[in-house]
């Protein structure tokens, strides 16, 4: 298998290498002997047993002994001044225990803040109080003996709303004398950013040889992780502390949230997290119900829970993704994409969610959008608008699906107007393997990719023709079959500088692993991190595994509870084996330079001549005459007296990692059929060709692909929660709202290329969201290939109904003429 | 407190009766009253899958049946597979596959499938497709879940042919 010199990266489809980016030696580096090595092995996953077996424990599981349930009184209109709220019924339903509004708890709320003057800072409420800005929103809570009778006690509680004119879309909260969201937001505008990179914009656009204007928008959609948000508080009395029990993504982070609301010391909450069945950003904020949750148990000196119910979550859970994008292109005569100017809109909903802000949608899709493409003037304005619906939060992938789409689009526009083909296009304009590291128009710097490679991988492996003309015709009477491609650069683990520059008054980034050995040589890891799915306790213990020369089974992984782990930002934003990968390599290194130098004094060798293999220490070449690694560990504990004064008593190691930046890239390419009777679209082929730089377990790297594209599916084509001109939601059951299942989805192609990043301790790169940013812009490219000559949709998701007006609105303004509806975006400047 | 009413069932091969309101689901009973939270409840109306269990050997969602609907019949949830150390040959078989993430669907999927697999000797893929196509998984994307059967279906045809007297 080839190596590239420069970059160290293999060539060529499907390569798994088990490459490091720094040379094996004495520098505490684990061995590059491919047999002695975890990493870059398909490890079974050490968490399956036990969830395989239904052993696992998740929110709803827990229930300490005289736990109450709370269910929560939630707004039946979108925008409405309180009159009144008399929670005084539901005190005679049986097994109502207690009633509150929100001034029982005096008013709590969240306030995420980005310190820059184009923000407005808004607050979100615990439980509403004079007003409320969306249905769902929690008015009162109900306390009682059984979940069911706490639902019965909130069909008794008495709101009075005084109704008011609600704000549904985005162009309803442009309009000019719209009603405001909030009285002290003008234009409904929450966050407002124009940003302007390159000279002569103008001048570069009047003067392109091609411009080209294209209009996507994405619909509504919702995480949806199987298990819906859930918690459980109950107060220690003995530590005199909150103990929250959170179904959440970011323990430190929800401590942080609870703590400040309530007024207390950060000590003075301990968040635990029991399994997490699914979360994908939704659960990356810190939610109104766990504030109340703690502030309830705090008052009532018994545990509470809550658990959300699907059609809560449908209605009330954090949303993410309508989004509006308006570009224009300018091209060379060739293709070579000159400027791009964009505007911008996020349908933020009613409050910005903590501690993120909108702006994570906003500024997101702002940086993001100029993607792998070389490009020298960009601007932007994007906006992020308040509404009246569910609030936002960040959901995989977060603004850059809805980027992606619009870029790719663009590129797709322009590729048929310029008279060549998709692929074509892209690899004028693709960041070249020559150009690494590469410093993009809005100033980020990508480190070492396979961009073209991976295009000219995928392009391949779907039989595309080169040099096909873009403009042919449908074949007369045949299905049609059409092919797209997107491809993209997905940043990963920003760190505190990435953060730091959205100007977030919390900035997270950095995170903290402690490596502990025990007197058997056991090992447990503890890092802030939260795995929900992703399995860490497998991949974090292959990279331990190899720094420490011990057994996979030697390494467990300690996670959720902020007393036991150091202080960490959770598992979000494809951060994890990047960020607290890199811690746990950097102390698995500290504590394995601490093993030779005991090895060297009880062998009485050299320490850099020991070797850490197999469970055992022994001077390098000489395998026979060593130690096990157990006995190290029990010297260092239990007979340090005879160590020198400087090693052993104690074996714990903690080392922090704030990464700079990483750069996964990936092309996803579809094959797609439409039914021209129906408008149905079915997914024939789906290949992906992804560089996230070493995969510690290509087993887990090809699964979170999966998983991610199925997702990217949902969203393309079948999952969108409708709201009515009265911001009533419609889709409150998986009924309404389409979820893919087994025979939604096609087999999926993965390809892997691998280009270590010297940005990190483990050469690896983020990769949890890729999937799930390519594919709805691979399958609109491809729909629209299909309807060539007969349409073209661009919003998501395309539903049946969508390719159906699409073909009609074309054929009843005649081929080849300018289409005089507003979805279009076919025509020229 | 509501009326409640006495429900005697076999679960998981032992006789189980509970006092309950008549309008507790099956799940609900199954979880809180009896401890057997290895049923997950992802929906309460029937789509995702999670709370599936088998009654009288049938697939059903515990989220739609009440409990008292289950007065003598026998009721067979995840916790009647394999242990976490003596996995059943589908449960094995999922691992293998990487078939569940965080693993909230997985015992759905698996009394789903398990029922699946005692009705279907030989199943062809399009068999399997709709059968996973019964339940959510927001996870996995389905890949694994898809050769986790075809890898059962297959081995046991394999176990079949050598040993033809076992069919």
């Keep these: 298998m080839a190596v590239d010199a420069a970059t160290g990266r293999t060539g060529g489809a499907s390569a798994t290498v088990h490459g490091s980016p720094r040379p094996d030696g004495a520098d505490g580096a684990p061995s590059s002997d491919p047999d002695l090595r975890w990493v870059g092995r398909r490890v079974q996953r050490v968490e399956d047993p036990y969830l395989l077996a239904g052993r696992g424990v998740f929110l709803d599981d827990l229930e300490p002994r005289g736990t109450l349930h709370v269910a929560f009184v939630r707004a039946t209109v979108a925008a409405a001044a309180i009159s009144s709220v008399d929670v005084s019924p539901a005190l005679s339903v049986p097994g109502v225990v207690a009633a509150f509004t929100s001034g029982d708890f005096g008013d709590i709320g969240l306030t995420a803040v980005l310190e820059r003057p184009e923000f407005a800072v808004t607050e979100m409420p615990a439980l509403a109080?004079?007003?409320?800005?969306?249905?769902?929103?929690?008015?009162?809570?109900?306390?009682?003996?059984?979940?069911?009778?706490?639902?019965?006690?909130?069909?008794?509680?008495?709101?009075?709303?005084?109704?008011?004119?609600?704000?549904?879309?985005?162009?309803?909260?442009?309009?000019?004398?719209?009603?405001?969201?909030?009285?002290?937001?003008?234009?409904?505008?929450?966050?407002?950013?124009?940003?302007?990179?390159?000279?002569?914009?103008?001048?570069?656009?009047?003067?392109?040889?091609?411009?080209?204007?294209?209009?996507?928008?994405?619909?509504?959609?919702?995480?949806?992780?199987?298990?819906?948000?859930?918690?459980?508080?109950?107060?220690?009395?003995?530590?005199?502390?909150?103990?929250?029990?959170?179904?959440?993504?970011?323990?430190?982070?929800?401590?942080?949230?609870?703590?400040?609301?309530?007024?207390?010391?950060?000590?003075?909450?301990?968040?635990?997290?029991?399994?997490?069945?699914?979360?994908?950003?939704?659960?990356?904020?810190?939610?109104?119900?766990?504030?109340?949750?703690?502030?309830?148990?705090?008052?009532?000196?018994?545990?509470?829970?809550?658990?959300?119910?699907?059609?809560?979550?449908?209605?009330?859970?954090?949303?993410?993704?309508?989004?509006?994008?308006?570009?224009?292109?300018?091209?060379?005569?060739?293709?070579?994409?000159?400027?791009?100017?964009?505007?911008?809109?996020?349908?933020?909903?009613?409050?910005?969610?903590?501690?993120?802000?909108?702006?994570?949608?906003?500024?997101?899709?702002?940086?993001?959008?100029?993607?792998?493409?070389?490009?020298?003037?960009?601007?932007?304005?994007?906006?992020?608008?308040?509404?009246?619906?569910?609030?936002?939060?960040?959901?995989?992938?977060?603004?850059?699906?809805?980027?992606?789409?619009?870029?790719?689009?663009?590129?797709?526009?322009?590729?048929?107007?310029?008279?060549?083909?998709?692929v074509e296009i892209r690899e004028r304009n693709l960041v070249g393997d020559d150009e690494f590291p590469y410093r993009n128009v809005v100033g980020a710097c990508y480190d070492a990719g396979s961009y073209r490679e991976a295009l000219a991988t995928c392009a391949e492996a779907l039989g595309y023709r080169r040099g096909e003309d873009p403009s042919r015709s449908p074949r007369p009477g045949g299905p049609l079959v059409g092919m797209g491609f997107a491809c993209f650069v997905e940043p990963t683990a920003y760190g505190t500088?990435?953060?730091?520059?959205?100007?977030?008054?919390?900035?997270?980034?950095?995170?903290?692993?402690?490596?502990?050995?025990?007197?058997?040589?056991?090992?447990?890891?503890?890092?802030?991190?939260?795995?929900?799915?992703?399995g860490h306790a497998t991949t974090y213990a292959q990279i331990v595994a190899d720094h420490l020369g011990v057994e996979l089974d030697r390494v467990r992984l300690v996670q959720g509870d902020t007393t036991a782990v150091p202080h960490g930002w959770g598992t979000f934003a494809s951060r994890s084996l990047v960020a607290a990968g890199g811690a746990l390599a950097k102390a698995s290194d500290e504590l394995a330079e601490q093993l030779r130098r005991i090895a060297g004094h009880v062998l009485e060798g050299t320490p850099a001549d020991i070797e850490l293999a197999h469970g055992r220490a022994y001077v390098r070449g000489t395998p026979t005459v060593g130690v096990a690694v157990g006995?190290?560990?029990?010297?260092?504990?239990?007979?340090?007296?005879?160590?020198?004064?400087?090693?052993?008593?104690?074996?714990?190691?903690?080392?922090?990692?704030?990464?700079?930046?990483?750069?996964?890239?990936?092309?996803?390419?579809?094959?797609?059929?439409?039914?021209?009777?129906?408008?149905?679209?079915?997914?024939?082929?789906?290949?992906?060709?992804?560089?996230?730089?070493?995969?510690?377990?290509?087993?887990?790297?090809?699964?979170?692909?999966?998983?991610?594209?199925?997702?990217?599916?949902?969203?393309?084509?079948?999952?969108?929660?409708?709201?009515?001109?009265?911001?009533?939601?419609?889709?409150?059951?998986?009924?309404d709202y389409m979820v893919p299942t087994a025979t939604d989805v096609p087999v999926i192609e993965i390809h892997h290329l691998e280009t270590p990043t010297d940005r990190t301790p483990t050469g690896a790169k983020g990769m949890g969201e890729g999937g799930a940013i390519g594919a709805p812009a691979a399958i609109l490219n491809a729909v629209n290939d299909a309807l060539r000559g007969r349409g073209s949709v661009t919003r998501t998701p395309i539903r049946p109904s969508d390719v159906m007006t699409a073909i009609a609105v074309h054929d009843g303004s005649g081929r080849g003429a300018p289409m005089a509806v507003p979805t279009t975006d076919e025509g020229a400047t | 407190m509501n009326p409640t009413t006495t429900v005697s069932m076999t679960v998981n091969g032992t006789e189980a009766t509970v006092h309950v309101e008549p309008r507790h689901t099956l799940a609900d009973v199954l979880r809180h009253d009896l401890g057997l939270t290895g049923t997950h409840v992802g929906c309460e109306h029937g789509i995702c899958g999670a709370c599936t269990v088998l009654v009288d050997g049938s697939a059903v969602r515990s989220c739609l049946m009440f409990a008292v609907q289950a007065e003598g019949r026998s009721v067979e949830t995840v916790e009647s597979l394999g242990t976490p150390d003596d996995l059943s040959p589908l449960q094995e078989a999922c691992r293998t596959e990487h078939a569940l993430q965080c693993g909230f669907c997985t015992p759905g999927f698996l009394m789903m499938l398990t029922a699946f697999l005692a009705e279907r000797d030989a199943p062809t893929d399009e068999e399997i497709r709709e059968v996973v196509a019964s339940n959510l998984c927001r996870c996995t994307g389905y890949q694994g879940l898809l050769r986790a059967v075809r890898r059962v279906a297959d081995e046991r045809g394999a176990a079949g042919r050598r040993q033809p007297a076992q069919a």
Excluded at chain 1, 236 to 243: N, P, S, T
Excluded at chain 1, 502 to 529: F, H, N
Excluded at chain 1, 687 to 713: A, F, L, T
Aim: proline fraction near 5%; glycine fraction near 10%.
């Design chain 1, 497 to 534: 500088a990435s953060f730091g520059a959205r100007k977030m008054s919390i900035v997270p980034g950095y995170e903290q692993a402690t490596v502990r050995m025990d007197a058997s040589g056991s090992v447990v890891v503890m890092v802030g991190t939260l795995s929900h799915g992703q």
């Design chain 1, 631 to 735: 006995e190290l560990a029990r010297v260092a504990h239990h007979a340090a007296n005879t160590l020198p004064p400087d090693l052993g008593r104690g074996l714990e190691v903690i080392a922090r990692f704030d990464p700079e930046g990483t750069y996964s890239n990936a092309t996803h390419g579809a094959v797609v059929e439409v039914d021209p009777e129906t408008g149905s679209v079915a997914i024939r082929r789906y290949v992906v060709v992804e560089d996230c730089g070493v995969m510690v377990n290509p087993m887990i790297v090809d699964g979170q692909v999966s998983g991610g594209i199925v997702q990217g599916i949902g969203s393309a084509l079948f999952e969108e929660l409708v709201y009515d001109e009265n911001g009533q939601p419609l889709s409150g059951s998986l009924m």
């Design chain 1, 129 to 422: 109080r004079d007003r409320v800005r969306h249905v769902g929103e929690p008015v009162a809570v109900v306390v009682a003996t059984s979940p069911y009778a706490a639902e019965d006690g909130t069909e008794a509680v008495l709101v009075d709303y005084d109704e008011t004119p609600p704000v549904v879309g985005i162009d309803a909260a442009l309009a000019d004398g719209a009603p405001l969201v909030h009285a002290g937001v003008p234009g409904n505008l929450l966050l407002d950013v124009s940003l302007s990179f390159g000279d002569d914009i103008d001048a570069c656009i009047e003067s392109a040889a091609h411009v080209v204007e294209v209009e996507v928008s994405t619909g509504r959609i919702t995480a949806l992780p199987i298990e819906g948000r859930a918690f459980l508080a109950e107060f220690d009395e003995r530590a005199a502390r909150i103990v929250l029990h959170s179904s959440t993504q970011v323990p430190h982070l929800v401590r942080t949230g609870v703590a400040q609301a309530l007024g207390l010391d950060e000590s003075s909450v301990r968040v635990v997290v029991p399994d997490v069945g699914g979360g994908f950003g939704q659960k990356c904020v810190v939610a109104r119900e766990e504030l109340v949750a703690a502030a309830l148990c705090r008052k009532l000196r018994r545990p509470v829970k809550w658990v959300e119910d699907r059609r809560e979550g449908l209605t009330s859970g954090f949303q993410s993704r309508e989004q509006r994008f308006a570009l224009r292109g300018a091209f060379d005569v060739d293709g070579t994409l000159l400027a791009v100017e964009a505007d911008i809109c996020c349908d933020i909903g009613a409050y910005s969610c903590f501690p993120f802000s909108c702006g994570v949608e906003v500024l997101m899709a702002a940086n993001e959008l100029p993607g792998p493409y070389r490009l020298r003037r960009y601007r932007v304005r994007s906006r992020g608008v308040a509404t009246n619906k569910v609030p936002i939060a960040p959901y995989r992938g977060v603004s850059r699906p809805q980027a992606v789409l619009a870029i790719e689009r663009l590129m797709d526009v322009a590729a048929a107007r310029i008279g060549i083909g998709p």
